[in-house]
C-alpha cells in the first residue's frame, strides 16, 4: 500500500509542476458556483503551494476536474482521494478525457510558419490539413499513402527529424531539392533518395517548431481547428478528423489509428 500511495503522490507532484507559471491556481472561481468554490478552498487547503490551471466539475456528481498543464486529474469533493487516468463514458462510448484533452492540447495553427512546410493542395483545396512526419517513420510512409486519397484538401508537411541523424541528412536532401514536394513524394513512397545540394535547410526551424508545440510522436495530424492526433489515420477515420468537431475528435476508434514513431532525442 506503501508504494502505490508513493506513486500517485509522485504522479501529483509531477502533474502539478507542470502547471506551475500558468496563472492563476482557482481561474474557475468566476463560475460563482458555491460547490465548485468550497471544493477549490479545500483543494487549496489541503495543497498549499500548489498551482494549477483552472478547477471546474466533471460530469461525475462528487467528482472535480484539476488541469495542471495538459494534466488532468478527478478528485473527490473532500480533496483527500485522486483519480489518475482517463474517464470513460460507458453509454456513450467516450474518452471524455481525450475530449478534454484534445481542447486544452490544441495548436494554435495561424500562426505555424507555413513557408517551413511541404504544400500540397489536392483539388479545390478547401480543407486543410497539417501534418509533421519523418522520413525513416514508416507509419508515415502508411499515412503519406492514405493522404494521396484525399481530395480538395490542401496539405502542408513539416519534415522532422526525431529518429536522428539519418534522418536530418534525408530532411535537409528533401529541403533542398529543387522540388521538395516532388522529392517527398518520391521518397515516401517509391524510395528515391533525394539528391538536393547543400543548401540552408529548413529542417533546423522545423524541429524547433515541433519541440516548441510538444510534437514527439510521428506521424502527428493536426487538423484545421487545432485538434491533433498522434498516429497514422486512414480512411474514414481520417476524413472524419478533418472535418469533426473537437467534441467529436475522440470519438474515432483507436484501432483505426497507427502507433506513432517517437523521437529519439
Request: aromatic residues 6%.
Amino acid at each position: 500500500m506503501t508504494s502505490l500511495i508513493h506513486i500517485v503522490a509522485t504522479a501529483l507532484t509531477g502533474a502539478f509542476a507542470l502547471g506551475a507559471g500558468h496563472g492563476s491556481a482557482f481561474a474557475a472561481a468566476a463560475d460563482n458556483d458555491a460547490e465548485l468554490s468550497a471544493f477549490q478552498a479545500r483543494f487549496k487547503q489541503a495543497n498549499p503551494g500548489t498551482r494549477v490551471d483552472a478547477i471546474s466539475r466533471s460530469p461525475v456528481p462528487g467528482v472535480f476536474e484539476v488541469q495542471a498543464g495538459k494534466n488532468l486529474i478527478y478528485v473527490d469533493a473532500s480533496a483527500r482521494y485522486a483519480f489518475l487516468g482517463s474517464l470513460f463514458d460507458f453509454r456513450e462510448r467516450r474518452d471524455l478525457s481525450a475530449d478534454r484533452l484534445s481542447v486544452i492540447d490544441r495548436i494554435d495553427t495561424s500562426s505555424l510558419p507555413k513557408s517551413l512546410a511541404i504544400k500540397s493542395v489536392r483539388g479545390t483545396g478547401k480543407r486543410t490539413l497539417y501534418v509533421f512526419a519523418d522520413p525513416r517513420c514508416g507509419w508515415c510512409r502508411q499515412q503519406e499513402q492514405h493522404l494521396q486519397a484525399l481530395d480538395d484538401v490542401t496539405i502542408y508537411t513539416f519534415v522532422v527529424s526525431v529518429l536522428g541523424p539519418d534522418s536530418k541528412k534525408l530532411a535537409d536532401a528533401i529541403g533542398c531539392s529543387q522540388d521538395p514536394a516532388r522529392a517527398w513524394s518520391a521518397w515516401m513512397g517509391r524510395n528515391v533518395k533525394p539528391d538536393g545540394a547543400p543548401c540552408r535547410s529548413p529542417s533546423d526551424a522545423v524541429d524547433k517548431l515541433a519541440k516548441e508545440l510538444g510534437v514527439e510522436g510521428t506521424p502527428t495530424l493536426v487538423a484545421a481547428d487545432g485538434r491533433k492526433n498522434v498516429g497514422a489515420l486512414s480512411g474514414q477515420a481520417l476524413q472524419s478528423f478533418i472535418a469533426a468537431s473537437p467534441s467529436a475528435s475522440s470519438s474515432v476508434s483507436p484501432a483505426l489509428a497507427g502507433a506513432p514513431t517517437t523521437t529519439s532525442r
